[in-house]
């Protein structure tokens, strides 16, 4: 039943509707094994990355079609940014970064599509990404290293005096790093979603619609902006994560 003020204005919509995790059979509770549309739209991203590295790639022409040059760009890409970043010790490490990057920045594209999810928005899953990233890079930091390591929070090029404060400090940012790496990622996609949802939805109201379609096609724009540099965003920061892994020392 429509509020006072919806029936006043014509506006019904509710711009975080589109974040809600829902079943895909049925309804009720949400469990951990109950298939829904994030998990769909996971697995239609999942599908396409295989499409385009493994289908799109498998003529190898000389003169690449689009699936191949798309597909080259991006592992030549990927690549150069772990090899400038962290140096070819850090290229062993391709494999997983690339499939960072394809996924995040799939899953970001999927979602400007009608009808389709954000999976990237949730929290839950860039959660799980930075986390993963937080742990594979502290392994290998401790692996490679040993107690040496320790040398990351260690600021020698400090006078003495002040090297313990800062090593307060930098293990305090070692440990945020998930939690930043996370939330920058799935906010930059709940506020564009949620910008597009309130434009369109003024979209009713005939005094100021040609306004807010124009607002709309200006943030549609820079939300593909954002979907991409969100993504490369992510994959740069694990790449210096990495560097850190490998080489410690202040």
């Known amino acids: 039943m429509a509020t006072e003020a919806e029936q006043a204005t014509g506006l019904t919509f509710h711009p975080m509707d589109q974040f809600i995790v829902k079943p895909l059979f049925g309804a009720g509770d949400v469990h951990w094994y109950t298939p829904t549309n994030v998990t769909l739209w996971m697995a239609v991203v999942a599908l396409a990355i295989i499409a385009l590295l493994v289908m799109g790639t498998r003529g190898r022409a000389i003169v690449p079609n689009r699936a191949q040059s798309v597909a080259e760009l991006s592992y030549g890409m990927v690549h ?130 040609p306004v807010s379609i124009l607002a709309v096609v200006g943030m549609y724009a820079f939300e593909i902006l954002v979907a991409f540099i969100q993504a490369y965003v992510f994959t740069i920061l694990t790449c210096v994560y990495l560097k850190d892994a490998l080489h410690p020392s202040h």
Not at 118 to 126: D, K, L, N, Y
Not at 192 to 208: E, S
């Open 80 to 209: 150069k940014m772990i090899e400038d970043i962290a140096g070819k010790e850090g290229l062993k490490y391709f494999p997983y970064i690339m499939t960072l990057f394809m996924f995040i920045v799939f899953s970001n594209f999927a979602g400007l599509l009608p009808k389709a999810f954000t999976v990237t928005s949730h929290i839950a899953v860039t959660g799980v990404l930075a986390l993963a990233v937080f742990i594979s890079v502290t392994a290998i930091g401790f692996i490679k290293n040993g107690a040496h390591f320790l040398d990351l929070f260690w600021v020698r090029s400090a006078p003495l005096a002040i090297r313990p404060v800062l090593a307060v400090i930098e293990v305090i940012s070692y440990f945020v790093r998930p939690v930043s790496h996370s939330i920058r990622l799935a906010g930059n996609m709940i506020a564009g979603h949620a910008v597009i949802k309130v434009f369109a939805g003024f979209a009713a109201i005939a005094a100021v619609a």
